[in-house]
């Protein structure tokens, strides 16, 4: 593979790993001052436990669940911590940055339903706000949520307010699992903008030397 064609072929495998970083600080809930599991924080006990997650529930009955620790269902879908969800539980995660209104976000995550207690298959919200407090939902799960194991839920959505926080909240009765919240920019970034202009001059550069053979 001739020099110019292996830097393009490098720099475009580059590319999806700039355009992913994800913009929840701990989506995975693996930052945390817990050193076991914790059942039924209320919101005081799992906002000082938890960094740059805020729990708003009413009642607050979060779940902060280790896996070495008796945590029912499938360990960590990421790490070794994952939340749980009753009823009315809410909870907001810190972003690195505010969304930019009008722009195209990719947001995953993994949610299981548990069948201790009260299965919780669903259905769990996902919406927008900022400190303040929720603006607006934009995802649900249904009422579908795996009671086998882990199950990834992915969906695209166009940011429609300058939120820093994405939140999450769950609904009557029923007991779910959550790990792994993860929002990235869909949108390239000036700067990834830039790398496809130097790949398209390497390219240029490619078919100019080929073609004065
Ligand atoms: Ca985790
Ligand atoms: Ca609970």
Redesign the pocket.
């Known amino acids: 593979m001739k020099f110019s064609r292996l830097l393009l072929f490098t720099i475009v495998a580059a590319l999806p790993g700039i355009a992913s970083a994800n913009l929840v600080f701990n989506g995975s809930f693996e930052n945390n001052t817990a050193t076991t599991t914790m059942?039924?924080l209320t919101n005081a006990q799992a906002n000082a436990t938890i960094n740059d997650v805020r729990s708003i529930g009413i009642p607050g009955?979060?779940?902060l669940m280790q896996d070495s620790s008796n945590n029912y269902g499938s360990p960590a879908a990421h790490g070794q911590w994952k939340v749980?969800m009753?009823d009315n539980d809410r909870i907001s995660l810190l972003m690195s940055e505010t969304l930019v209104v009008g722009h195209l976000y990719n947001l995953t995550f993994f949610a299981q339903a548990v069948r201790d207690f009260n299965a919780g298959t669903g259905p769990i919200y996902i919406g927008l706000g900022d400190i303040n407090g929720l603006n607006y939902e934009f995802y649900s799960t249904g009422n579908n949520i795996n009671s086998t194991g882990w199950q990834s839920f992915s969906v695209e959505f166009v940011a429609l307010y300058a939120a820093t926080r994405v939140y999450v909240r769950s609904t009557g009765g029923t007991w779910s699992h959550i790990d792994d919240i993860n929002v990235s920019n869909v949108v390239p970034e000036p700067g990834t903008l830039a790398i496809f202009g130097l790949a398209g001059a390497a390219y240029r550069v490619c078919r100019s030397r080929r073609s004065r053979r």
């Open positions: 059942y039924n009955s979060l779940d749980g009753t």
